[in-house]
């Protein structure tokens, strides 16, 4: 469309990309987000070093992003002109503004009550057809899959295969800018697609011998709605972190596979050790995640304390949203502001009392 070409993610890793010379572009400029060294949860006494590859800095605030602008310039360019996806909010996000930017209609289901504020905000402002339903992500997805077969929409959730072609970008990226591939890397894990999809493009760097080793992936799950940890899908998924209350995942093969070629594994956190994962990386390093980014945060942290991780050893976590997606929770979990007279005498009071 507009940008210039370099800046195009799917101009950048094209070879890598089913997408046809000729289809034109649905972009919003995603990619290329930063990769910040985390300094008080790395470890220089151990010399380990933790990055979080920051994707909630996409147009829409997370990494759904990635996989819906191949999704969708491959539905525009095969000539669809809807799209539909079950979402616990990111990728109803995320589907609306590129159906908006392509000229395409929207429909979202989502599950009533239990998607974060912005979310919502964002799908209902981009003109997508909401559609909210007495029910989990997991019956949205059964309804959509429906709708796919049954009426002429595209289904955009990562059971769509451009989207983790569109995903895998992130571990190009991230090999791009460390010149190799970490060691670990630590990730939230809700429908199993992310997950997938970065060992896909790890694996697709090592064939290609940009790079001989991959790293050891690491799922991480609300203990809420942990299908992978206990074996079997969960039927009523609970968490705090809404985006991955999910119980069925949809990528559970390719994302068993990627734990198990990469000697990895899954790892479970309480909500509470995620909110208190958010609020460390607030509160000390300047980063302001949602509560699912956060559970990785929250399986690194207990993976350092029980050492099971080398000395030595580089470490991405996936930062998959921005905390701004989720005002109501970072709100409820703050101490809340104090309220004083207008004048000078009473907000030095509170500062003194600060600081002293
Ligand atoms: C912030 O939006 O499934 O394991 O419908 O929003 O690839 O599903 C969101 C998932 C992690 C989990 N972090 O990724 C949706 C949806 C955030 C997310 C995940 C999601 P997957």
């Known amino acids: 469309m507009s940008a210039p070409a370099e800046t195009v993610l799917v101009e950048r890793y094209r070879s890598f990309l089913p997408v046809p010379n000729d289809a034109d572009i649905v972009t919003l400029d995603e990619g290329d987000t930063p990769l910040v060294r985390l300094h008080t949860v790395s470890d220089p006494s151990r010399s380990i070093e933790v990055y979080a590859k920051c994707e909630g ?81 997991d019956t949205g997805m059964s309804i959509v899959k429906d709708m796919a077969e049954t009426v002429p929409v595209t289904l955009v959730n990562s059971v769509n295969p451009y989207r983790l072609h569109g995903q895998k970008t992130a571990a190009f990226e991230i090999i791009d800018a460390l010149g190799r591939a970490p060691d670990y890397h630590f990730l939230p894990v809700g429908n199993a697609g992310n997950i997938s999809a970065y060992w896909m493009g790890y694996t697709e760097y090592r064939d290609a011998g940009v790079v001989s080793e991959r790293p050891v992936m690491v799922g991480c799950q609300a203990s809420g709605a942990a299908p992978f940890l206990r074996g079997h899908p969960v039927d009523e998924p609970e968490t705090i972190a809404t985006a991955i209350r999910i119980g069925c995942p949809q990528s559970w093969a390719l994302a068993n596979q990627a734990q198990e070629e990469s000697r990895g594994w899954f790892r479970e956190s309480s909500d509470e050790d995620i909110l208190t994962a958010q609020k460390v990386l607030a509160e000390r390093e300047g980063i302001f995640c949602e509560p699912a980014s956060a559970v990785c945060i929250a399986g690194l942290i207990a993976e350092l304390e029980c050492r099971t991780i080398p000395s030595g050893a580089t470490i991405v976590c996936t930062l998959t949203g921005h905390g701004l997606k989720d005002p109501d929770t970072a709100i409820a979990q703050s101490p809340q502001p104090v309220k004083v007279s207008p004048d000078p005498t009473a907000v030095r009071g509170v500062i003194l009392e600060e600081i002293n």
């Open 57 to 137: 800095l996409n147009p829409t605030g997370s990494f759904k992003d990635r996989g819906m602008t191949v999704a969708v310039t491959m539905a525009a360019s095969e000539g669809s002109h809807a799209i539909i996806c079950a979402s616990t909010g990111n990728t109803s996000a995320s589907a609306a503004a590129y159906a908006a930017r392509g000229g395409l209609s929207a429909f979202v289901v989502i599950p009533e009550g239990k998607i974060a504020l912005g979310k919502l905000a964002q799908a209902m402002m981009h003109g997508a057809r909401v559609i909210q339903i007495e029910g989990n992500f």
